[in-house]
């Protein structure tokens, strides 16, 4: 294993334009920070708009090949990249916990779903297809085709490094899409090492573009104004994304958002507790909390409400805060100061407004951007921690009466992203699935993402699907020729 120097050593800190790795016009760089410790890790370019102009004529320059290119051909390139990923998985895993604070561990489960992407899409590539169809006229024949939307700009937040870019990168490479990918300023360093694998693999120079920025608006403004831009996917806040859709309009740019989420997480009275408190710890508990499907209001019901909380809250004390590469760390720190401050202050303010603080609530002294695992009862639907995405280790519990309460609470908010029942009743299960507003849903599990299945959301949660067999669509268009009675 290299050692930690020459790990940092290795990741490329350049754009990455028509295949060179370059510096930002005029030589600007930015810091990467380590969250845990607030030291720097390492110094990469800062991209201006003629930067991310000089990545996009690269990817229109590299469109037509590319799109040409059998579909065999990309999709060896993607299964190759699978492989290297895989094999490097722990020099990835050890990257992601540097820059974005999770423990290993999780790092290491990020890295596993991160390269599934490029192989799900490897499989993928070569099932596109179409129809010739006789029209129920009986004289006029129908042809249907798909073809690659064209050059996209790929935007990515910072919470998964690896798994947000793959799951774009890999359904645009395997649709024969060219791209520029601006990853999140705060966790770069994945992207750039992952770029420097999908070059190993085979991916030819221009097909993907690479710019890293702080002024991700300033440089990805142009880029959608530009006609040789056709799409645009981007993860990351509600807020951001609908300043992104306003953008797109211009042009009338296809567009995928995987936007904010504000899951319920709902207990029955029939749930197996036990279960439910092990799937309650993973909705919330897995990347810090940090994650746009992380159960952000758990929802109770009144008859077991006393068992259920009594039980979560004994695992969240358990929880070891620390820096994510100690052995035994369970809980790293947020991302930012920033981040803590918002995490703490929807805290204070539940508790001030008659909220009990059962765990946690405190925000420890010393370096590193460190938040405890919280629990909150006795919350009511008019707060913020209720209202908005946490995106933290935070836990406001709430009680109903009956399913009716739980739908109606847990379809009042913007969001619709996922939604998960515990319940031992399956008829019940699927009539409350049914009913709730959300792209995905959870039974008696507290994890959903899977590259085989289309992730996404409806409501301010967003547009379009990432992964299963919906997930190479969002990169395709379709065609119809008509023909005249051969
Ligand atoms: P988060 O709150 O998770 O950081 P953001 O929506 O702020 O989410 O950021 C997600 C991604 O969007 C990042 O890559 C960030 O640089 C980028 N981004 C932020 N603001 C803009 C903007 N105005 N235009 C384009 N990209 C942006």
Redesign the pocket.
Known sequence: ALTDEALLASVPTGLFIAGSWVEAAGGRTFDVVDPARGSVLLKVADASAEDGMAALAAAHDAQESWGRTGARVRAEILRRAFTLVTERAEDFARLITWEMGKPLAESRAEVAYGAEFLRWFSEEAPRISGRYMTAPDGVNRLLVRKRPVGPCLL?????FPIAMATRKIAPALAAGCTMVL?????TPLTSLLLTQVLVEAGVPAGVLNVVT?TS??E???PVIADPRLRKLS????T???R??IS?AADQVLRVSMELGGNAPFIVCDDADVDAAVDGAIVAKMRNGGEACVAANRILVHRSVAEKFTATFAERMAGFVVGPGSEPGTTLGPL?DERSRQKVATLVDEAVAAGGTLVVGGAVPVGEGYFYPATVVTGVTADMAIVQDEI?GPVAPIMVFDDDAEAVRLANSTQYGLVAFVYTRDLDRALRLTERLEAGMLGINTGVVSNPAAPFGGVKASGMGREGGAEGIEEYLETVYIGIRDP
């Open positions: 935007i990515t937040p910072w919470n601006k990853p999140a300023e705060l920025t991700a608006a440089v990805s403004g981007f993860t990351g806040s807020q951001v994304g300043r992104l953008q991302i995106f």
